[in-house]
């Protein structure tokens, strides 16, 4: 079993709509948690970062988080055609520590 | 604001040569990473440098070797360059000291062997 699981979709949302990616985890040790978003060919970008429980906002997405159950997720308000992309979950344990990555969900946002 | 910066953006080799890929972080920023993603795979830890001194180790192979200098850019060595060495690698900068471990990604290198 995979550290870090995700539902690799696609997940296809009309424009406009909120778009659901959920992330679980299995190190208990796990201390951040972001979202990344990676275009084909690109690097991975930065969308949001999460230490604590509970939800942190910015803009159009929010991410929450719940130690607990081991469960990040990511919701993307009034999705956009240019948030089509892959989005990867990533952890890591306290410190200078490496991420793990999940193998990402493809989201397609269709106009 | 400035960004990590990769050289090359793109490589070709023909196999069993040898390749250097550089990064420069983000400015003040002591802490590299590298990464390698291939096709339709997330991306997987190599090495790790803190204050130019190695602090994690992961699935890199014996043919590849990296350091960090003294202004804090990072160079990585790939020798007898095989054709599943074809990938993106990313090198990620964070500020160890700021206590929220967020990497920032570079553009990435795209090495082909042939």
Redesign the interface.
């Known amino acids: 079993q995979k550290e870090v699981e995700q539902n690799s979709g696609p997940l296809s949302v009309p424009e406009g709509a909120i778009a659901s990616l959920n992330c679980t985890y299995s190190d208990r040790g796990s201390?951040?948690f972001?979202w990344?978003r990676q275009y084909s060919?690109?690097?991975?970008?930065?969308i949001m970062?999460i230490?604590s429980n509970g939800d942190k906002e910015d803009g159009r997405f929010t991410a929450q988080l719940n130690k607990a159950s081991q469960y990040v997720s990511l919701l993307i308000r009034d999705s956009q055609p240019s948030d089509s992309a892959t989005y990867?979950c990533a952890v890591?344990r306290?410190?200078?520590?490496?991420?793990?990555?999940?193998?990402?969900t493809r989201l397609s946002v269709i106009a | 604001a400035a960004g990590v910066i990769q050289s090359p953006r793109h490589l070709i080799k023909e196999k069993r040569e040898t390749a250097t890929l550089k990064c420069y972080p983000i400015p003040r920023h002591d802490t590299v990473y590298w990464y390698q993603q291939g096709p339709g795979q997330d991306p997987q830890f190599l090495i790790s440098f803190y204050e130019k001194m190695q602090s994690d180790k992961g699935s890199i192979p014996d043919r590849f070797s990296a350091q960090q200098f003294s202004d804090y850019h990072s160079e990585l060595n790939m020798s007898s360059l095989e054709l599943g060495d074809s990938a993106l690698y990313f090198c990620a900068s964070s500020l160890g000291a700021s206590g929220t471990d967020t990497q920032y990604f570079g553009p990435g290198t795209r090495l082909t062997v042939l």
């Open positions: 201390q951040s972001f990344y060919g690109k690097s991975p970008e930065l970062s230490y990867l890591n306290p410190g200078n520590t490496p991420l793990v990555f999940g193998k990402g």
